[in-house]
């Protein structure tokens, strides 16, 4: 037993380098023969030097530092503190993602850095309490969606909705549905499925975390010849909600040309209007979630054409201000 451990002696010794130091926090020979020792392994002073350098010609950058004793400590890693940092608020602040599963999630990404910047990490957990998805399957239902577009075959599920008795009401009246996955996207801080169908010849999207039982099919994806954009699609479907695809034409007050492009991208044509103004041509799906974007920004922005754009967007403000002088 003494032999095997003295066999696991490297292996120790790169765990004990990894976990426990940093430029901050250096071990010396000292303390890592006396931690070898707590694991059951007897090391000498040159041995430690030996393996060190073993571990250098493995491709780990281990470092030493002379402060008041000689100590080393693991330099360039995989992945930097800041790089973890942000990974860690992505996981927390990712809304499909649910409470448990983030904690681990982030539980995993500490063993990426040392205690001492782990204890940072587990700091950031709680930057803010954020409302989070009920669905724990979320995380699996991502992974069984890629094995299927990886196998080229379709899927189907059940799909729910919450009603105000706080219950999951199951769309078809618990029918499965049966669809072409095409990519996932992330937006509006939800996982969304994209799918293909066939019988619309047109695109939609599903939530991710209101899908259950999701199976792979044994029939293969029906495709269209054209390629998928993902961005394009984004870029178009205003809070995920559908609608009818349109050229729109909206002008704008100057000082809104950084959320217009930030919405749309560079590529857009913007023509100037006058002193004041200019005029976005966008392709987009005319959602109320498209219409309550303009609104936001009040008299600063007036959709243009085409005609049934300008008419809708007119009739949904009359509905809203009847609603207010019904009270």
């Given at each position: 037993m003494k032999q095997s451990q003295q066999k696991l002696k490297l292996l120790y010794l790169c765990k004990l380098l990894l976990e426990q130091t940093d430029e901050e926090h250096p071990l010396t020979v000292n303390q890592m023969i006396s931690s070898l020792n707590e694991a059951g392994i007897s090391a000498e002073r040159k041995s430690i030097y030996d393996d060190i350098e073993c571990l250098r010609l493995f491709g780990l950058d281990v470092c030493s530092i002379k402060a008041k004793s000689f100590g080393y400590y693991i330099g360039e890693r995989d992945f930097e503190l800041p790089e973890l940092k942000l990974l860690v608020d992505s996981v927390q602040s990712s809304k499909f993602i649910t409470h448990k599963?983030?904690?681990?999630?982030?539980k995993k990404i500490e063993h990426l850095t040392s205690a001492?910047?782990?204890?940072?990490?587990?700091?950031?957990v709680?930057?803010?309490?954020?409302?989070?998805?009920?669905?724990e399957k979320i995380y699996y239902n991502v992974d069984i969606i890629h094995d299927a577009i990886a196998k080229n075959r379709q899927?189907?599920?059940?799909?729910?909705?919450?009603?105000?008795?706080?219950?999951?009401?199951y769309r078809k009246d618990g029918a499965r549905y049966d669809e072409t996955p095409v990519s996932l996207s992330w937006d509006d801080e939800n996982y969304y499925l994209i799918v293909y169908k066939e019988k619309y010849s047109a695109y939609a999207h599903y939530r991710v975390d209101k899908m259950e039982q999701i199976e792979i099919s044994e029939a293969e994806r029906v495709m269209?010849?054209?390629?998928?954009?993902?961005?394009k699609y984004a870029q178009?479907?205003?809070?995920?909600?559908?609608?009818?695809?349109?050229?729109?034409?909206?002008?704008f007050s100057n000082d809104l040309v950084n959320p217009v492009i930030d919405r749309f991208g560079s590529d857009i044509p913007i023509i100037k209007s006058d002193d004041e103004h200019f005029e976005?041509?966008?392709?987009?799906?005319?959602?109320?979630?498209?219409?309550?974007?303009?609104?936001s920004f009040g008299e600063k922005a007036k959709i243009i054409s085409p005609p049934s754009?300008?008419?809708?967007?007119?009739?949904?403000?009359?509905?809203?201000l009847n609603k207010y002088e019904e009270e």
């Amino acid at each position: 037993m003494k032999q095997s451990q003295q066999k696991l002696k490297l292996l120790y010794l790169c765990k004990l380098l990894l976990e426990q130091t940093d430029e901050e926090h250096p071990l010396t020979v000292n303390q890592m023969i006396s931690s070898l020792n707590e694991a059951g392994i007897s090391a000498e002073r040159k041995s430690i030097y030996d393996d060190i350098e073993c571990l250098r010609l493995f491709g780990l950058d281990v470092c030493s530092i002379k402060a008041k004793s000689f100590g080393y400590y693991i330099g360039e890693r995989d992945f930097e503190l800041p790089e973890l940092k942000l990974l860690v608020d992505s996981v927390q602040s990712s809304k499909f993602i649910t409470h448990k599963k983030s904690l681990e999630l982030i539980k995993k990404i500490e063993h990426l850095t040392s205690a001492s910047n782990a204890r940072m990490l587990q700091r950031q957990v709680f930057v803010s309490n954020r409302v989070k998805t009920m669905n724990e399957k979320i995380y699996y239902n991502v992974d069984i969606i890629h094995d299927a577009i990886a196998k080229n075959r379709q899927i189907s599920f059940l799909y729910f909705e919450w009603g105000i008795d706080k219950c999951k009401h199951y769309r078809k009246d618990g029918a499965r549905y049966d669809e072409t996955p095409v990519s996932l996207s992330w937006d509006d801080e939800n996982y969304y499925l994209i799918v293909y169908k066939e019988k619309y010849s047109a695109y939609a999207h599903y939530r991710v975390d209101k899908m259950e039982q999701i199976e792979i099919s044994e029939a293969e994806r029906v495709m269209p010849d054209d390629s998928f954009d993902l961005a394009k699609y984004a870029q178009s479907v205003f809070g995920m909600f559908g609608g009818e695809q349109t050229t729109v034409t909206i002008r704008f007050s100057n000082d809104l040309v950084n959320p217009v492009i930030d919405r749309f991208g560079s590529d857009i044509p913007i023509i100037k209007s006058d002193d004041e103004h200019f005029e976005a041509r966008v392709n987009v799906k005319t959602s109320r979630n498209f219409y309550g974007w303009i609104f936001s920004f009040g008299e600063k922005a007036k959709i243009i054409s085409p005609p049934s754009a300008v008419s809708e967007a007119k009739n949904l403000l009359n509905n809203i201000l009847n609603k207010y002088e019904e009270e």
